[in-house]
T-cell receptor
Framework: SQQGEEDPQALSIQEGENATMNCSYK?????LQWYRQNSGRGLVHLIL?????REKHSGRLRVTLDTSKKSSSLLITASRAADTASYFC????????????FGKGITLSVRP | GAVVSQHPSWVICKSGTSVKIECRSL??????MFWYRQFPKQSLMLMAT?????????EQGVEKDKFLINHASLTLSTLTVTSAHPEDSSFYIC???????????FGSGTRLTVV
């Protein structure tokens, strides 16, 4: 069953604006990950945040995690047309090879 | 370059035939790989966990006799869709854990169309 629920389902912004995507989950997690998927392609790992972390940065990406609310957000700053893609949050429970449970995804469109 | 190679990238087959999809870990040996299925504009649903040298672990509701998984070597897992039907048309993606770090690396996916 799906664990993560992202919102909004779709987001359209102008190039240069910031994009914020939210994800909620239901059970205890070891870590939460964000992935990007271009249309018809595989997924690319963007960033991972552990359950004992609250915020993490990677380039133009900023991810937060609130375990008390079971939610996470992904912020993409200074968006570019090339950021247009679907974004998924995924949660992992314990175990080195634990399986990922994906949310429904958010379709981000960045208008040039 | 891709460290998880998935082949073919797309395939069209007739109803009733079987299709094999390969997933190769190019940079290190993967004892565990994962197979996902994705319908258009939907999320990824885990189908099964492929374990080298042993039987795959299937998720609830996935028919193991229809979706045959073989992980005969540490670098190759295959998914065979047997007696394919149009409802099996989907995007199939494999993945494995990234070496030394958390997070997973995904193949580029296979678009299966059954006509």
């Amino acid at each position: 069953s799906q664990q993560g629920e992202e919102d909004p389902q779709a987001l359209s912004i102008q190039e240069g604006e910031n994009a914020t995507m939210n994800c909620s989950y239901k059970t205890s997690i070891n870590n939460l990950q964000w992935y990007r998927q271009n249309s018809g392609r595989g997924l690319v790992h963007l960033i991972l945040i552990r359950s004992n972390e609250r915020e993490k940065h990677s380039g133009r990406l900023r991810v937060t995690l609130d375990t008390s609310k079971k939610s996470s957000s992904l912020l993409i700053t200074a968006s570019r047309a090339a950021d247009t893609a679907s974004y998924f949050c995924a949660t992992a429970q314990t175990g080195a090879n634990s399986k990922l449970t994906f949310g429904k995804g958010i379709t981000l469109s960045v208008r040039p | 370059g891709a460290v998880v190679s998935q082949h073919p990238s797309w395939v069209i087959c007739k109803s009733g035939t079987s299709v094999k999809i390969e997933c190769r870990s190019l940079d290190f040996q993967a004892t565990t790989m994962f197979w996902y299925r994705q319908f258009p504009k939907q999320s990824l649903m885990l189908m099964a966990t492929s374990n080298e040298g042993s039987k795959a672990t299937y998720e609830q509701g996935v028919e193991k006799d229809k979706f045959l998984i073989n992980h005969a070597s540490l670098t190759l897992s295959t998914l065979t869709v047997t007696s394919a039907h149009p409802e099996d048309s989907s995007f199939y993606i494999c993945s494995r854990k990234r070496q030394g770090v958390w997070g997973y690396t995904f193949g580029s996916g296979t678009r299966l169309t059954v006509v």
